[in-house]
């Protein structure tokens, strides 16, 4: 499957681990904030790479001081209507500092992609691949912004 990063497309390396999934020593993968938490020595522990995925419920503030330890932070839209992980990049971004990769997952449409990359996401996984002309056209919409923004 492929993703756009960084304005790119690229082959997506990772997979996510549901909590209750097993997990195996190596390949890149993501987790659950709540898995993360209970679990961050085993997981550190392992040959492949490990990031977290958020959903709209958990907080950002919860990555506090751990966020350069992560190479990819997921932000999973459950419905293109619900804002709050447009939140969750900008103060992962600004707030706690964080320079690794954030990738919105889920339900969002392609009109919202420039508006995230403005607040932080660099990556985004698509539901439909069909779609992946259109989102990266969607990430030159504006030339001009009157805000500053997080990238």
Known sequence: MQIIKNKQLVENAWSFVGDDDLVSDSG????????????NQQ??????????????????????????GLELIELDFPHFGDGRLFS????????????????????????QIFYLHRVGVNAFQLEDQNQIPLALSCLGDFSVSYQASSN
Request: glycine share 10%; charged share 25%.
């Open 28 to 39: 890149d993968i993501t987790v659950t904030l709540e898995r993360w938490k209970n679990q």
């Open 88 to 111: 969750h990049a900008y103060l992962l971004r600004n707030r706690l500092g964080y320079q690794g990769e954030i990738r919105a997952v889920g339900r969002f449409l392609p009109d």
């Open 43 to 68: 997981l550190s522990n392992r040959a492949g790479k490990t990031g977290v995925r958020l959903t709209t419920t958990d907080s950002a503030d919860d990555l506090a001081g751990i966020t350069n």
